[in-house]
């Protein structure tokens, strides 16, 4: 039994709700779309992909919240997007040791209608009505400019560059930037 009834956030288009087997098939077809994985190591298996859903899919029952499934009009299933922890030490000063970053993948054709940003602010006011977080971080490849947009947008800035410590250096994916927002 989950602690935390599995919270849904709703805007004005979007959804952030918990995940159904249904998402799987969907979510492994995104996940093995090079594009949309362009800027990770490569895509992901039908496995990688199902194993990644089930760790979304028990956080977001177990804890209220976590990567989301994200539902847009006419699509039931877009992508996530959603708060989770770091796992992983971010060599930079001034941050607690283990926060809460927000991420996002969406579908191609969800992509251009303003539907990551929409559900990012969701999930950000969940962060600070809810969670109490002090700071959200978000960071991603440097080369990644249509996700450092989304960051822009919802008011997150920029705080600094740094090496992704489990992507080999000297890869082109390994430089990152640092983006975060303060609780308001
Ligand atoms: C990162 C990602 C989510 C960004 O998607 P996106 O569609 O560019 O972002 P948004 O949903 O916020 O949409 C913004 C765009 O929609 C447009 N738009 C159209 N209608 C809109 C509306 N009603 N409201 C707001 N924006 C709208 C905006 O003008 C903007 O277009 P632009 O980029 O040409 O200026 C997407 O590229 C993705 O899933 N990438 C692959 C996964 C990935 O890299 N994730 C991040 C890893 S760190």
């Avoid at 709700?17 to 995104?30: G, S």
Wanted: proline fraction near 8%; glycine fraction near 8%.
């Amino acid at each position: 039994m989950s602690l935390h009834a599995a919270a849904t956030l709703r805007g004005e288009r979007v959804a952030l709700r918990p995940w159904r087997d249904d998402d799987l098939a969907p979510f492994a077809e995104m996940n093995a779309d090079a594009e949309v994985m362009r800027h990770f190591q490569a895509p992901l298996t039908r496995e990688q992909s199902d194993a990644l859903a089930r760790r979304a899919r028990l956080h977001v029952e177990q804890f209220g919240y976590g990567l989301w499934a994200l539902e847009v009009p006419g699509r039931s299933f877009a992508g996530f997007v959603g708060l989770a922890r770091v796992p992983f030490e971010l060599p930079l000063p001034g941050f607690a040791k283990d926060p809460h970053e927000i991420g996002w993948r969406l579908t191609r054709a969800a992509w251009g209608r303003g539907f990551a940003s929409e559900a990012a602010r969701l999930a950000l006011q969940h962060a600070w009505d809810a969670l109490r977080l002090p700071h959200v971080v978000s960071f991603t490849a440097q080369a990644n400019r249509a996700s450092q947009a989304v960051m822009q947008r919802i008011g997150m800035t920029p705080r600094g560059e740094f090496e992704h410590p489990r992507i080999p250096q000297g890869q082109p994916l390994c430089p990152h930037v640092l983006y975060a927002i303060d609780a308001p």
